[in-house]
Structures are given as structure tokens and as C-alpha cells.
């Protein structure tokens, strides 16, 4: 079905490296190959500077910053994306995640 839906390189592709494991492994490889490099640079420079916003509590900012790491597609340890996060939100946040060891993002979700 998949395979349907797929054009010229994109297909070629898809025939030559077949066999993911999972969705999150294919999309981490589509990207990998067909995102471009300034696609990829801006994306770091977004998320270098991306903040909390007053009104956005700090589940959909956990998750905003999720989808930036999903996009770039790179890998990424859940040891950096945690500290990143942690730098990002407002230092009220800082001082109450402070002493708390959070092993991923998603630890940090369910403390939200």
C-alpha cells in the first residue's frame, strides 16, 4: 500500500533500505534522508531559542519541544533533551524541577 503512494526517488528509496522496526525509525530516516540542511539548521536555531510562553502550560511546551527534536531528526539522548528543556522553561520552573531527577521527557510530563 505504502509503496503505492511513493514517487520516483522517494520510491527507489523506500525499496533499497526497506525493513523498519517501527514508525518512529522510518520517519527518523525519511527525514534524515529528504529534509534539507538549511531545513534542519533553522529548525536547531528555533529550538535553541524556543521558550515557555506565558500561556502555555508546561505539558504543551514539553511537547512543542518534542516535535522540534522530531523534525530535525537526529538522535538525540532523553539525558539532553531533559537538560535542554530544563535550560527553556521560566526559572520559577527551573527552582521547582531543581533536586528532581527526570530520566526523559516524558518523566517530566507526568511531574507536570
Known amino acids: 500500500m505504502l509503496l503505492a503512494a511513493l514517487e520516483s ?3 527507489l528509496w523506500w525499496q533499497f533500505v526497506r525493513g523498519f522496526d517501527s514508525w518512529e525509525q522510518f520517519t527518523a530516516a ?3 534522508e529528504f529534509s534539507s540542511i538549511d531545513a534542519k539548521h533553522r ?3 528555533e529550538l535553541e531559542q524556543r521558550t515557555q510562553h506565558p500561556e502555555e502550560n508546561l505539558k504543551e511546551f514539553i511537547y512543542a519541544i518534542t516535535t ?3 523534525h530535525i531528526g537526529e538522535e538525540v539522548s ?3 533533551k531533559v537538560q535542554h528543556l ?3 522553561m521560566p526559572p520559577q520552573l527551573q ?3 531543581e533536586g528532581h531527577a ?3 521527557l516524558a518523566e517530566l510530563v507526568k511531574a507536570a
Open 9 to 11: 526517488g522517494v520510491k
Open 30 to 32: 525519511f527525514r534524515s
Open 43 to 45: 529548525l536547531k536555531a
Open 68 to 70: 522540534f527534536y522530531d
Open 78 to 80: 532523553a539525558a539532553e
Open 86 to 88: 530544563l535550560r527553556q
Open 95 to 97: 527552582d521547582l524541577a
Open 102 to 104: 527526570y530520566n526523559d
